[in-house]
Nanobody
Framework: QVQLVQSGGDFVQAGGSLRLSCRSHGIRFRNTDMDWYRQAPGLQREWVAGLTSYGNMNYADSVKGRFAIATDIDWETVYLEMNNLKPEDTGVYYC?????????WGQGTQVTVSS
């Protein structure tokens, strides 16, 4: 059974940094693509960044140059390192992956950036 467990959300001031974690159970991210999404209050969920099983990383224009994906050596945990945070980065962040046609989502973690 695949399960994604997230951690790392917090309240920070603008310009600060956070690192979110997405720990996989039942799958290693080396074997599947994974993505980070976020949802701000009153807005639709938006794609933030993605990591392919080949190790390619892609970022939304709004976070490019500020956010970076990293993995642990076993590819069981994927991190989203967020720097120079802005108030518009506020939202609930989710990691997700698709395994054998099924979508799996983490429980979400709140990031709040104050101005």
């Amino acid at each position: 059974q695949v399960q994604l467990v997230q951690s790392g959300g917090d309240f920070v001031q603008a310009g600060g940094s956070l690192r979110l974690s997405c720990r996989s159970h039942g799958i290693r991210f080396r074997n599947t693509d994974m993505d980070w999404y976020r949802q701000a209050p009153g807005l639709q969920r938006e794609w933030v960044a993605g990591l392919t099983s080949y190790g390619n990383m892609n970022y939304a224009d709004s976070v490019k140059g500020r956010f970076a994906i990293a993995t642990d050596i076993d590819w069981e945990t994927v991190y989203l390192e967020m720097n120079n945070l802005k108030p518009e980065d506020t939202g609930v962040y989710y990691c997700t992956t698709v395994v054998r046609g099924y979508d799996y989502w983490g429980q979400g973690t709140q990031v709040t950036v104050s101005s």
